[in-house]
């Protein structure tokens, strides 16, 4: 028995072990492969346009596929579609509940989708001469914090309730629900092939979950606070995420576990959202100190900073053609940088 | 990576050092799988006989050849191969026969060769001390002084540590070298290289261990934290290679041509690149190169794709693929219908555009059918989508469509910034020059080069501004050597600003000031 409980001892031994093992190669892996890649360019972007409209808190964009349009929400209670270029509002969509936390286009252009506190997820048809509601989804008993469409008849679509679900729009069912944080989820991101898709949660974790299935794929631990932004990398092997501990870490899926960390010992504000360019090089995170920072992903330094805003910024995102960042924010206002 | 995950298993979520365990248990007998596959006299790696020294080593390969296998047999690109042949190295299957102890695959002519089973490290893990104190009293009598630094530590700790087994120890190490010198000089060396090669793997130069426990520990930590590095390194070299390879497509990083639609205000990039232009830019045509994904995700290239297939007569298998996404992303209501429109166009025997699918996936498949569900057709759509990626792909991109299409695609001109409110800008300037301008009117040797707006507007030039001061100073220095040619009159002129400072004083009018709206110098 002595050597069982011995041999038990030993074994917990190991695991901490390989904890450290883990740390340690990644650490000095990663120092000594980046060092031999150049530095980025220092990157200052100008703010091209200012889009004023929204008349209270911005809490979510999402740009459409064609990069021009994009949809925001704001807690006035309304969702403005704009024409980003020209500065046009195209459409604006009245919400029946004024306390909207997430948007998202859907790929086609066809339709968007809100929610928030009411805990319903609310699709819209834009082709129809006068905006319409398609469906309201609604089974959550949490807020909705974000949600992101697959095609014109399924979305997915993170709660406060701690479940993710997959939907079908027609229907309006749950056909999956993803079932393992322990935390709000906050975030959600789909990979560039759409099998898998990454959730973000107040347990400061972040789950890949396979669509199918149903099942949770890979954990991902490493943050100390709430995980309030997290995006796929363009080639679906590597996943960034921002948290609340002013951190954004980087996490490879085949090594499972976080290989760099963007920290900086004077930033003391939450990231609250994250964007990456079309080479994924430079990563764009809006922070609570009202300023949006570039890091160079690779080798994790910060390479410039996008201030301009007079209060926290609450969205990014970097449209499918990379031309530009928009940021939005709580003074109501959005910019375009370049 | 899918189709990596058949060859590597997953590091497992929960973290127990029993299924850790259990992982690399796995691990390795995937790897031998990999291994006795790659041996395989008809659908192995190409082997070739190999020259040391003045010795010829029979049934080597080159390190290209392995990557070259592992990535036709899996279907992974070069990278993803190179990570699993790392692996394989790492762990012993496979050694290097110039450089023994750098234990990496290099994709080049560098020779390796398979590791005997008998020397597997799932055969024999962890690794006997009583070996590797035989080994090194062999290598010790063999040749006096030859064991490196870790190996003379080792050496000295197993000498005290098993000391009363030593002279069983030295006996047998006797035996086996007089056994070895009645082989043939060839096999010996291969031997030698065999055994070397499964040391150099087993016992790292780390420092050796106390106990039992700890030393299995310390291997099976070893073994982790190379898995780790390499997947580390192989993580880190794909994310640069990708970031390299679409810096040029960046618009933030390296801007883009005609101009950037929100710095110049001018849609032309968005009008060029649209879906239905005729003649497509060449960043997007050399885009469609990079990954099969790319030429799918682009409506042009699909089509162009189906062109080039309906003239191989094989375009059923994009038509299938495309039937699958749309019943995949599409109504749920219309999925029953969707499944049997395939069925009959691409699937029954006898079909007008049967696809070739393996036997186990059409079986499957046909049996899934008749429960229609959004993902049915999943595993056949990955197969045919495999095969083309495999096969057609490679000879679209090869083939003269794609490249004239290259050859025709257009690289458009840069247009430059057009400032916004641009007649309130050239006025503004034309007033700035008029009151700093000097007395006479210029020839051509005193050109006004200082000015920032003439600068940027001529086309062709350097960018180099000059200084205004200089300019002025070099001009008033000039003009006070030579006398004043006529008398001069007192012409009323703003007040000099503080930028020219006291030379204005120096510089008189002898001639009219230029007109504002009359342009001298290239416009």
């Known amino acids: 028995m002595g050597e069982m409980e011995q041999m038990k001892k030993e074994a917990d031994g190991l695991k901490t072990q390989i904890e450290a093992a883990r740390k340690a190669v990644a650490d000095t892996t990663m120092s000594a492969a980046s060092a031999a890649v150049a530095p980025a360019p220092r990157v200052q972007l100008k703010t091209r346009r200012t889009l004023k409209g929204h008349l209270a808190k911005i809490y979510a964009m999402h740009w459409a596929t064609d990069s021009r349009l994009m949809v925001s929400a704001s807690q006035d209670g309304k969702l403005l579609i704009w024409d980003s270029h020209s500065g046009n509002k195209i459409n604006a969509v009245p919400l029946k509940s004024s306390w909207v936390m997430t948007c998202s286009y859907a790929p086609s252009g066809n339709l968007v989708a809100s929610g928030g506190l009411d805990n319903m997820c609310t699709v819209y048809n834009l082709k129809t001469p006068v905006v319409k509601t398609v469906k309201e989804l609604d089974a959550h008993t949490g807020y909705l914090a974000c949600c992101r469409f697959l095609s014109d008849s399924e979305i997915l679509t993170a709660s406060g309730d701690t479940t993710c679900a997959l939907w079908d729009i027609e229907s309006g069912k749950q056909k999956t629900v993803f079932l393992n944080h322990v935390g709000d989820c906050m975030c959600l991101s789909l990979s560039p092939d759409m099998n898998t898709f990454i959730s973000g949660a107040c347990d400061s974790l972040a789950k890949l979950w396979d669509v199918r299935d149903g099942t949770c794929k890979q954990t991902f631990q490493g943050h100390t606070s709430d995980v309030n932004a997290i995006s796929f990398f363009h080639n679906g092997n590597t996943v960034i995420t921002g948290s609340d501990d002013c951190t954004c870490k980087m996490f490879d899926l085949r090594a499972d576990q976080e290989v760099i960390s963007y920290q900086d010992a004077q930033l003391n504000a939450g990231v609250t959202s994250l964007a990456l360019s079309v080479s994924g090089r430079l990563m764009f995170a809006g922070y609570d100190d009202f300023n949006c920072n570039i890091w160079d992903t690779l080798k994790g330094e910060k390479v410039g900073v996008l201030s301009g805003h007079d209060n926290r910024v609450s969205c990014t995102g970097v449209p499918p053609d990379g031309m530009c960042v928009c940021t939005g924010s709580w003074d109501s206002f959005l910019k375009i940088w370049n | ?523």
């Not at chain 2, 150099?200 to 039992?212: A, D, E, K």
Request: hydrophobic share 35%; proline share 7%; aromatic share 10%.
């Open chain 2, 1 to 523: 990576m899918p189709c990596l995950s058949k060859v590597i298993p997953s590091i497992p979520h929960e973290n127990t050092s029993s299924n850790f365990i259990k992982w690399l248990t796995r691990l390795s007998g995937q790897m031998e799988r990999v291994v006795v596959s790659m041996q395989d006299p008809d659908m192995g790696v190409k082997l070739r006989n190999q020259r040391l020294l003045i010795t010829v080593i029979p049934h080597a390969m080159t390190g290209n050849d392995i990557v070259e296998w592992l990535m036709q047999k899996f279907s992974v690109c070069d990278e993803e191969a190179l990570h699993v042949g790392n692996l394989l190295v790492k762990f012993g299957y496979i050694y290097p026969l110039k450089e023994p102890r750098v234990l990496t695959l290099r994709p080049d002519e560098t020779p390796y060769r398979f590791q005997t089973p008998y020397y597997w490290t799932s055969t024999r893990w962890p690794a006997s001390e009583l070996d590797y104190a035989i080994y090194l009293a062999k290598k010790n009598i063999r040749k006096q002084g030859e064991l490196i630094e870790h190996e003379k530590e080792s050496y000295n700790m197993l000498h005290k540590r098993i000391n009363h087994t030593w002279d069983f120890v030295v006996m047998q190490a006797r035996e086996q070298l007089r056994a070895s010198k009645q082989r043939r000089k060839a096999d010996r060396i291969v031997l030698e290289c065999q055994e070397q090669a499964y040391w150099l793997v087993n016992r790292p130069p780390v420092s050796p261990c106390t106990c039992r426990w700890d030393r299995t520990r310390m291997t099976f930590l070893a073994y982790f934290m190379c898995y780790l590095h390499i997947t580390l390194i192989s993580t880190h070299s794909g994310f640069v290679k990708y970031c390299e390879q679409y810096q040029p497509h960046d618009p933030i990083m390296q801007g883009c041509l005609p101009s950037n639609p929100w710095i110049t205000d001018d849609a032309m990039y968005w009008t060029i690149n649209s879906d239905s232009v005729a003649v497509p830019t060449k960043l997007r045509v050399e885009r469609w190169s990079f990954s099969f994904v790319e030429l799918l995700s682009d409506p042009m290239g699909q089509r162009e794709l189906m062109a080039y297939l309906e003239k191989e007569f094989s375009a059923e298998n994009l038509c299938f693929w495309q039937a699958c996404e749309d019943l995949r992303h599409g109504e749920n209501s219309k999925i029953p219908s969707k499944v049997d429109e395939i069925y009959k166009q691409f699937l029954a025997p006898g079909a007008t555009r049967w696809v070739n699918i393996d036997s186990k996936t059409m079986e499957k498949t046909l049996q899934g059918i008749k429960q229609p569900h959004r993902f049915v057709l999943d595993d056949a759509q990955m197969h045919i989508y495999f095969l083309m990626k495999k096969d057609s792909y490679p000879r679209y991109l090869r083939s003269e469509l794609y490249k004239n299409l290259l050859a025709r695609a257009v690289v458009p001109q840069e247009t430059k910034k057009r400032y916004r409110s641009s007649w309130w800008n050239m006025a503004f300037h034309r007033r700035r020059r008029c009151r700093r301008s000097l007395s006479r009117p210029t020839s051509p040797g005193t050109r006004l080069l200082g000015w920032r707006c003439r600068a940027r507007q001529v086309p062709g030039r350097s960018r180099v501004l000059y200084d205004v001061r200089h300019c002025l100073q070099a001009k008033s220095r000039r003009f006070l050597r030579t006398p004043p040619r006529r008398p001069h009159r007192h012409h009323a002129c703003p007040p000099p600003s503080s930028s020219v400072g006291t030379q204005r004083s120096h510089t008189l009018y002898t001639g009219p000031s230029p007109s504002p709206w009359k342009v001298t110098g290239n416009e």
